[in-house]
């Protein structure tokens, strides 16, 4: 048995690295067996474009999609805010889950989209930039495994729509891999730091509010069509958070200060 076998004893995760030309055999569909088994106990944690696409779906302000649909952990040990999916009071059952299958499918999150493929973002040390790959997930339950079809799972990302999930959240995993190939030698972060990733990360509405602040437009120097894209793409919001956050905690400066105090008083 290899070393990683040995430290997944009792992990449904294959403990093999895939590539997006994998061939994996899975099909899920109505007419299996265990329809619906999968979203009656789940673990899902959630990414800003989740958040951004339920939002939009049940017509719910980020406060209230925050608050029905939602539980804070931590996501490490320097208290990283997270948010997962809320389930029933009395099981792990998804609340979205209906007789028919998932009540949201065209906007389920990332993590639904993509089982039982396992997304793996990764950062060589030395590296720029991080490499995705995957992992197959098998679980008893699940019987799609057994299914005669073979798929790439580049193709199995295609037939699941996960491209723009991926987008628009590629920012956010940087920031967390960053923060943690840099934890140590920056230390703790601070509660402001983690106040403003869960902002950027979570709460659009909050985000919006806090961008369009008669404080933040003295310190930023925006030109018109920016702060008129912020007001209405909520992707676009979204990127500008994770620019943000990579200003204000690493120093990387792409979004321009004015000269002055307010400017000053921002860059710190
Ligand atoms: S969101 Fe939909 S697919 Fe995901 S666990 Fe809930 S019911 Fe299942
Ligand atoms: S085949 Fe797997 S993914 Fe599909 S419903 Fe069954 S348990 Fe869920």
């Given at each position: 048995?290899?070393?990683?076998?040995?430290?997944?004893?009792?992990?449904?995760?294959?403990?093999?690295?895939?590539?997006?030309?994998?061939?994996?055999?899975?099909?899920?569909?109505?007419?299996?067996?265990?329809?619906?088994?999968?979203?009656?106990?789940?673990?899902?944690?959630?990414?800003?474009?989740?958040?951004?696409?339920?939002?939009?779906?049940?017509?719910?302000?980020?406060?209230?999609?925050?608050?029905?649909?939602?539980?804070?952990?931590?996501?490490?040990?320097?208290?990283?805010?997270?948010?997962?999916?809320?389930?029933?009071?009395?099981?792990?059952?998804?609340?979205?889950?209906?007789?028919?299958?998932?009540?949201?499918?065209?906007?389920?999150?990332?993590?639904?989209?993509?089982?039982?493929?396992?997304?793996?973002?990764?950062?060589?040390?030395?590296?720029?930039?991080?490499?995705?790959?995957?992992?197959?997930?098998?679980?008893?339950?699940?019987?799609?495994?057994?299914?005669?079809?073979?798929?790439?799972?580049?193709?199995?990302?295609?037939?699941?729509?996960?491209?723009?999930?991926?987008?628009?959240?590629?920012?956010?995993?940087?920031?967390?891999?960053?923060?943690?190939?840099?934890?140590?030698?920056?230390?703790?972060?601070?509660?402001?730091?983690?106040?403003?990733?869960?902002?950027?990360?979570?709460?659009?509405?909050?985000?919006r509010e806090f961008v369009f602040?008669?404080?933040?437009?003295?310190?930023?120097?925006?030109?018109?069509?920016?702060?008129?894209?912020?007001?209405?793409?909520?992707?676009?919001?979204?990127?500008?958070?994770?620019?943000?956050?990579?200003?204000?905690?690493?120093?990387?400066?792409?979004i321009p200060l004015r000269q002055?105090?307010?400017?000053?008083?921002?860059?710190?």
């Open positions: 048995m290899s070393q990683i076998e040995q430290s997944l004893p009792q992990s449904p995760v294959q403990p093999q690295q895939l590539t997006d030309q994998t061939v994996i055999q899975f099909r899920c569909h109505p007419g299996v067996a265990c329809f619906n088994k999968c979203c009656e106990q789940i673990d899902i944690t959630l990414t800003p474009y989740d958040l951004l696409r339920l939002k939009r779906r049940l017509d719910l302000t980020s406060q209230q999609l925050l608050a029905a649909y939602t539980v804070p952990f931590e996501m490490d040990s320097d208290g990283l805010p997270g948010v997962k999916l809320r389930t029933a009071d009395d099981s792990p059952r998804c609340l979205f889950l209906t007789d028919q299958g998932c009540g949201i499918y065209e906007d389920r999150p990332t993590a639904c989209r993509y089982y039982p493929v396992g997304m793996l973002s990764l950062r060589k040390t030395g590296s720029p930039v991080d490499e995705q790959s995957y992992a197959l997930v098998r679980e008893a339950h699940c019987l799609g495994h057994q299914e005669p079809r073979r798929i790439t799972i580049a193709d199995y990302r295609k037939e699941q729509q996960v491209e723009a999930f991926d987008t628009h959240s590629r920012g956010w995993r940087q920031l967390i891999l960053k923060k943690k190939s840099t934890g140590p030698k920056v230390g703790k972060p601070t509660a402001r730091s983690l106040q403003l990733f869960f902002l950027a990360s979570y709460n659009l509405d909050g985000l602040s008669d404080g933040f437009r003295a310190a930023y120097d925006l030109d018109d069509a920016t702060w008129e894209t912020l007001r209405s793409d909520d992707g676009a919001l979204l990127e500008f958070g994770y620019r943000l956050q990579r200003q204000v905690l690493f120093g990387e400066e792409t002055g105090p307010a400017g000053d008083t921002a860059a710190r």
